[in-house]
């Protein structure tokens, strides 16, 4: 699918981030290291080329995220337009609880359990389906440069979406919270 220039953004650094503790759904707010990476981010952007009222600034509806926009909006005197396709996948059971609380209650079925893997066994968590198919329904909209504030997992899927990847290469994506991932004619680039 042709795309217009993007640059994707997962939220900086949260409490629950901080604790090991998952989110999905639910929400904390940023820590001041978290803070730091949405200015740096903000900074990073005005480098890019972007012009105000040009392009879209798209966030999560979740804080998080939203708090990650607000530099960005700032300094761009951009509007930030909270979009629920691109919030973080459902944890189900998961919501809240720390990682090591997961493993006690869930061990994990082998040893070397990979991060889709974990994700993909949240009781009564969003399966990746359903992601696929609302960041798919998201990017499909897309008209004109955009700014995505988003989820490290909703950005993965994002990411390997425009890249014309199947669900198959999510895991070839990689993360980073306090980096863009820019794409240019379906080309990622990281900015840090």
């Given amino acids: 699918m042709p795309l217009p220039d993007l640059y994707i953004l997962r939220h900086g650094e949260t409490v629950a981030n901080a604790e090991g503790r998952m989110q999905g759904g639910l929400d904390s707010p940023l820590t001041a290291k978290g803070l730091a990476q949405a200015e740096a981010m903000a900074d990073l952007l005005r480098g890019q080329g972007l012009i105000a009222g040009e392009f879209d600034l798209f966030s999560s509806p979740q804080g998080r995220a939203l708090q990650t926009a607000a530099p960005i909006a700032r300094v761009f005197g951009a509007e930030v337009q909270p979009e629920p396709r691109i ?15 997961i493993a006690e209650r869930w061990p994990a079925h082998t040893e070397n359990e990979s991060v889709l893997d974990f994700y993909a066994r949240a009781p009564e968590g969003e ?30 899927f994002l990411r390997t979406q425009i890249m014309g990847y199947g669900m198959d290469r999510l895991g ?10 820019a794409f240019r004619d379906g080309q990622q680039t990281i900015l840090k």
Avoid at 87 to 101: C, D, F, N, Y
Wanted: proline share 4%; glycine share 14%; charged share 15%.
């Fill in 87 to 101: 919030a973080e996948i459902g944890m189900g059971q998961w919501a809240g609880l720390l990682l090591t609380e």
């Fill in 172 to 181: 070839d994506v990689p993360d980073g919270q306090g980096v863009i991932f």
């Fill in 127 to 156: 399966r990746f389906n359903s992601l696929w198919a609302r960041t798919g329904a998201f990017l499909s909209g897309l008209t004109r440069p955009a700014v995505i504030v988003t989820h490290g997992f909703t950005s993965r």
